[in-house]
């Protein structure tokens, strides 16, 4: 019974997020352009690349890139999480850490901490690595496709914050 409430409360979660998150695009992402790239143009970047593996992580999940938030995704390849609504809600805890103070990070935040308290934990230690990284928030993602992703993840995942990519 309970695992069942478990799973009814996730996919609240899951429902929230899926339904607030176009809403949110269309008021703040309006002006934003998209990128050049799509899955397909990904494929073709080297391997070992931050595009390609942005490409990998897509098919694996069976995603494409949403446009105008592409960094989203972007995001999970460097910090890792996966797209289930709890780590979904790790990431999102992760980027508060780092400084991403955005109306849809906090209520997912917010509402991850009410609907999937089991996971508090996990929330409070993906936010202390994120205030331990870099802040990426503000990464020119689109211009680092082509680099080789091993010293962009040394870098996120590094305990002492140093800024290599800001503003790259």
Not at 11 to 20: G, R, Y
Not at 31 to 50: A, C, E, I, M, V
Not at 79 to 97: H, R, S
Not at 98 to 113: A, D, H, L
Request: net charge positive.
């Amino acid at each position: 019974m309970e695992n069942s409430f478990i799973n009814f409360r996730t996919k609240i979660l899951q429902c929230l997020v899926n339904n607030t998150a176009p809403i949110y695009m269309k008021l703040t992402k309006g002006n934003k352009k998209p990128w050049k790239y799509n899955k397909d143009n990904l494929r073709q970047f080297p391997t070992g690349s931050l595009g390609k593996e942005l490409s990998l992580f897509l098919d694996k999940n069976k995603i494409d890139l949403i446009p105008k938030a592409e960094r989203h995704d972007v995001f999970h390849v460097l910090t890792g999480y996966d797209i289930n609504p709890e780590e979904e809600t790790m990431m999102q805890f992760w980027l508060l850490g780092n400084r991403k103070w955005t109306p849809y990070t906090i209520g997912t935040c917010i509402i991850g901490f009410i609907l999937i308290p089991e996971h508090w934990k996990s929330f409070l230690n993906s936010f202390k690595k994120g205030m331990k990284a870099p802040a990426i928030y503000d990464w020119d993602f689109e211009s680092m496709l082509y680099l080789n992703i091993n010293p962009i993840l040394s870098q996120v995942h590094a305990t002492s914050p140093f800024l290599m990519y800001k503003n790259y």
